[in-house]
């Protein structure tokens, strides 16, 4: 076998493996390959075209070329395959080349299907690129334009101002040197610049660059901050290479430049409409008025009140700020919360309602029987319940008549109970004036009638003490006129009765005028409804909490209520009678007590039962708000007042008593604070830090002890830990049960604070015969008693020409060479003056002693 036969089988193994050896024919061209530094290198190259093959050809090897890295052309040799045909025998079978050609157009299939779906997917992409850059040279000179037009704008507004600065008078300035970029104003060099360091060598160039020095080249980071300025020029000139200021920015610009053009002018004052609530601080009213703190306090100066941003003032006050700077007022009140707690509608009294028990309050005079009275009619002593025989709380009581309920409120006579009194008189059907037959009309029975006239009410007259000697009905009914109180009996439509709780005379005729009185009246309240009344008295019991004894007005007060009473609010616990019973409800005109409340109400609030325990919340918080408001509100303007700065600085010797109270009830405590704060003159007050109903505790110690107060404890008693506590801090608790002995104890108390009279008692006169001058006394003044008498030491004054010339004391007083104690008229002696010798002869001497006398309230 030859070589050419070996390498012919060795390419038909070849390809039939898949394999392709490369071959190059000796026709070949040659290829001249140029390096740095003068290498060259010569290779032979040979280009093949590529031949397609359809299905059903053979395919033919493939065209390569080559390169040969060394400078001596080679040539790569590839050995022809070597074809075998059908009918050639050689060992190859027709099957075999039949399976390899139905493979090869398979083949070709797929690679043509590629071909097609590359060749459509160029042409989508070349039209989507077509379309993409249609858009963006669209957006371009879109952008080009608005460039061009701002540029226009700018140049205008340019040439406009520079006219502007034309028309001014000229001002010396340093010349400004425009903001142009670093590179345009480098020199530019030419082709023949660029060639010179070539032809003149390296002195040339040096030469040339000390002759002509370069512009100092900025740092990046200034250049590309210059960079970043719009100049005109810049604007004018875009090369499209630099970066400008976006359309926004230069908006803003604008903008505040407009701006400061408009604040640098007066700004015109804004008038608006302000709410105002019903209490609001300085600062919250200046900034709904969008005014200054200062202004809105400068007008407050101008009407005399000092005050600081924090303070509060009343919805009137505010409301004349506001119109003083120029706005409109809106006045709200928060009190919407409380509408339709209370109704209104009597009419539903009228037409569902049912007869209820009159509400009787019995007044008068302390010591006329008020409360004998009631004990008489519902057979139980109460009297020996109260401390000293007196009422000092108000009691509530129900009594059957003919098968009719009346209710009887009691109310103390005392003076210091007016506010009891009163809200008796608001809660009542009906007023029972008890007047005594021995003692007749005294000034607590007269403010029993203005009482009854301002809640106007009817009046039935009680005459009481019947049973005694000196009784005088005439007497009482003939005062009453003076009042204008006009009896049945004197012609009048009141209706008067003689009674006497000792013996039981007329109660059976005070019922029936009682009846018959509210026969006239047909009262009427609807039971089924929700409960109204009024808080009668309240105080904190230990056991059992706050309680408070109520009327109910209107309604039926059911157990598991919740009700409202001015800032406390309640789930009713329990409903106790006056006999003492727990019931579960109460009707119209029934006084019961209610225990179960969250706090003490106060004495005389209305109450009304609401739906939720939220309701009761959002009422009783608005209440306790409001009250803290206008308390602050009250003494934040009394503070700042300057006629009561001054009128404090004045009285700046006016002591005052602190005290600290702690009563059984609330209507207790409200009366010995109003009867305490009524003692005291201009030197001294009486000044109650604290005042609540319930028993002495350590927090009130500690308080006492703050402010150095004693501590008054009507009818209640201090724990052990407060007693301890005040015995340690050295507090005083004094106990009381009768109005009257605390009144006193405080008035002699307070006594004491003021300083004793001076009480001048005159003594006699002298007239001065002779002046004597003695070594080592000095001067002394002989003289004769006219009038009276003098004693050594006591004061004297020395009157000359009608005038007092010196005021002193009595050094000597001598008859003949003896000292005495006194001189009596007629008598002659010798007198010296203390620190005083400046006496003439003819002058009188006026001798007197001065007393220091303890001063009463």
Request: include cysteine; glycine fraction near 8%; proline fraction near 4%.
């Amino acid at each position: 076998m030859s070589d050419q036969d070996t390498t012919d089988e060795k390419g038909a193994s070849e390809g039939a493996s898949g394999k392709r050896t490369l071959s190059l024919k000796p026709s070949a061209g040659t290829v001249r390959q140029s390096f740095s530094h003068g290498r060259s290198n010569s290779v032979v190259v040979e280009k093949r075209k590529r031949r397609i093959v359809m299905p059903g050809d053979t395919p033919a090897p493939a065209e390569t070329s080559a390169e040969a890295p060394k400078p001596t052309p080679k040539v790569v040799t590839q050995t022809k395959r070597r074809v075998i045909k059908p009918g050639a025998g050689a060992g190859a079978s027709s099957a075999k080349t039949e399976t390899a050609r139905s493979a090869t157009n398979a083949e070709q299939e797929a690679r043509l299907n590629a071909l097609k779906l590359a060749q459509q997917r160029e042409v989508e992409e070349a039209k989507a690129a077509a379309e993409e850059a249609k858009r963006r040279a669209e957006e371009e000179a879109r952008l080009k334009k608005e460039a061009e037009e701002e540029a226009a704008r700018l140049a205008e507004e340019a040439k406009r101002a520079a006219e502007e600065e034309a028309r001014k008078p000229k001002v010396k300035e340093k010349p400004v040197v425009e903001d142009e970029p670093v590179a345009a104003a480098a020199p530019k060099r030419g082709a023949s610049d660029d060639a010179a360091p070539a032809r003149g060598g390296r002195g040339g160039d040096s030469r040339k660059r000390a002759e002509t020095p370069s512009p100092a080249k900025p740092t990046p980071r200034t250049d590309e901050r210059r960079r970043s300025k719009l100049t005109i020029n810049r604007a004018l000139n875009d090369d499209g290479n630099q970066r400008g200021r976006s359309m926004a920015a230069m908006r803003r610009r604008q903008e505040k430049a407009r701006r400061g053009q408009q604040q640098s002018g007066p700004r015109e004052k804004v008038l608006r409409e302000v709410t105002i609530p019903d209490a609001i601080t300085i600062q919250e009213l200046a900034n709904r008025m969008a005014e200054r703190a200062v202004d809105v306090i400068k007008v407050l100066m101008t009407q005399g009140q000092m005050l600081t941003v924090n303070d509060i003032i009343d919805a009137d006050t505010a409301q004349l700020i506001a119109e003083e700077l120029g706005h409109t007022v809106k006045r709200v009140s928060e009190a919407d919360v409380e509408e339709g707690l209370f109704s209104t509608d009597s009419a539903d009294d009228d037409e569902a309602g049912a007869p209820r028990p009159p509400v009787v309050t019995i007044m008068g005079h302390v010591d006329h029987g008020k409360t004998s009275l009631l004990d008489a009619i519902r057979n139980a002593n109460v009297v020996q319940g109260e401390a000293g025989g007196i009422t000092q709380h108000i009691g509530a009581y129900q009594v059957e008549k003919n098968g009719q309920q009346i209710s009887f409120i009691d109310t103390p006579g005392h003076e210091a109970f007016t506010a009891m009194r009163a809200r008796g008189a608001k809660a009542t059907d009906i007023v029972i004036l008890v007047v005594a037959a021995d003692d007749s009309v005294m000034p607590t029975t007269v403010e029993a009638i203005n009482h009854t006239r301002a809640g106007e009410v009817p009046m039935i007259v009680a005459i009481n003490k019947m049973d005694k000697p000196e009784a005088d009905p005439n007497r009482v009914r003939t005062d009453l006129l003076r009042y204008e109180v006009q009896v049945e009996g004197m012609g009048g439509e009141v209706q008067d009765v003689e009674v006497s709780a000792t013996t039981g005379q007329g109660l059976d005729n005070l019922l029936d005028a009682i009846l018959l009185q509210a026969e006239i009246m047909e009262l009427k309240a609807n039971p089924d409804r929700a409960a109204e009344g009024v808080v009668i008295e309240a105080q904190l019991d230990k056991g059992r909490g706050p309680v408070a004894t109520v009327l109910v007005q209107r309604g039926t007060l059911k157990k598991g209520d919740i009700l409202v009473a001015g800032g406390a609010w309640a789930r009713v616990r329990a409903l106790i009678d006056d006999h003492g019973k727990q019931v579960n409800e109460a009707g119209p005109s029934a006084p019961v007590e209610v225990l179960g409340f969250q706090d003490t109400p106060s004495a005389g609030d209305p109450f009304a039962v609401v739906e939720t325990e939220a309701r009761a919340r959002e009422i009783t918080e608005y209440r306790q708000r409001q009250l803290r408001e206008t308390t602050a509100a009250r003494l934040g303007t009394a503070r700042g007042s300057l006629e009561q700065m001054m009128t404090r600085l004045q009285e700046s010797n006016l002591r005052e008593f602190p005290i600290l109270v702690k009563g059984d009830v609330q209507g207790s405590v409200e009366a010995i604070v109003q009867a305490v704060e009524k003692i005291g003159n201009e030197e001294v007050a009486a000044r109650v830090i604290h005042a609540a109903p319930g028993g002495v505790t350590e927090s009130d110690i500690a308080l006492a002890a703050a402010s150095e107060a004693p501590i008054i404890a009507f009818n209640v008693r201090a724990n052990k830990q407060a007693r301890d506590t005040a015995q340690a801090e050295g507090i005083e608790i004094r106990y009381y049960n009768i109005i009257y002995d605390l009144v006193d104890d405080i008035k002699a108390a307070m006594e004491g604070l003021l300083s004793p009279e001076r009480r001048e008692t005159m003594l006699g006169n002298a007239e001065i015969l002779e002046v004597f001058n003695i070594t080592k006394v000095g001067k002394v003044a002989g003289c004769t008693i006219t009038d009276g008498k003098v004693e050594r030491g006591s004061g004297v004054r020395l009157i000359r020409d009608s005038v007092v010339i010196h005021e002193g004391k009595l050094k000597t007083l001598k008859r003949f060479k003896d000292e005495v104690a006194e001189v009596t008229t007629g008598q002659e002696c010798g007198m010296a003056f203390e620190n005083y010798e400046d006496i003439r002869k003819g002058d009188v001497i006026e001798c007197f002693r001065v007393e220091e006398v303890a001063r009463k309230l």
